[in-house]
């Protein structure tokens, strides 16, 4: 079947540029979580949904930073006054129960 | 300290060698635990849930040692196409959200 699909795959973006990164979850998934992971390190958590409630967003870097579930399936992960630390990719994973599916990443360059 | 730690290696092994890995937590509340498989440029694949009692799948092992904070991975009988980035992971302890803590991954390199 479908699995999480992430779009774009891969985004560049001058500094200050404000960026939209899109996460489509496995169907039914009820959980989706957003993962920064930068080059050489594992994938650090920004924030969690359960459904469309934002239960913990203790992982984003700064207020710049923000997520929303509207509708419980797709989710967006917007960053403002992009930063050219703000380079890394960004991996979007869906979970039904304890199993975390990930999705291919969306790959931003802040130049 | 970081919550999770992997030595990053890379570990260069010839074809059919035996390796292992280990990967340390910090957190004794800590209640899953997790082996992923990174290749270059790919999101991480699910390799093996660790159990308390161990858990073997084929060629891959994985132990739980709760007393000392610690999770292995065994591979026997390397093939070339397990060159990857193992990453270990660790759920739960304080926060209830189900969040993975991610060590900084070990880079295998299977030589033929």
């Known amino acids: 079947g479908a699995g999480v699909s992430q779009s774009p795959r891969y985004k560049v973006a001058k500094r200050g540029q404000d960026v939209a990164l899109r996460c489509d979850p496995i169907s039914g998934h009820v959980s989706l979580f957003w993962y920064q992971q930068a080059l050489g390190q594992g994938p650090e958590f920004l924030t969690y949904f359960q459904n469309e409630a934002q239960l913990d967003k203790s992982g984003l870097p700064s207020d710049r930073f923000f997520a929303e579930r509207p509708e419980g399936s797709v989710s967006t992960l917007k960053i403002q006054r992009t930063q050219q630390e703000d380079s890394a990719v960004y991996l979007c994973?869906?979970?039904?129960?304890?199993?975390?599916?990930f999705g291919p990443g969306t790959r931003l360059l802040v130049l | 300290r970081k919550e999770v730690e992997q030595d990053p290696g890379p570990f260069n092994v010839p074809e059919g060698a035996t390796v292992a890995f280990n990967c340390t937590y910090s957190n004794s509340a800590s209640q899953s635990f997790f082996w992923y498989r990174q290749d270059c440029r790919k999101e991480p694949k699910l390799l093996m849930s660790?159990?308390?009692s161990g858990n073997e799948d084929g060629r891959f092992t994985a132990q739980l040692n709760r007393a000392s904070q610690y999770i292995s991975l065994l591979i026997r009988d390397s093939k070339l196409s397990d060159s990857a980035t193992y990453l270990c992971a660790v759920k739960g302890g304080s926060s209830n959200t189900g969040k993975l803590i991610f060590g900084q991954g070990t880079t295998l390199q299977v030589k033929p």
């Open positions: 660790v159990y308390s």
């Open positions: 994973a869906s979970s039904p129960t304890s199993t975390q599916y």
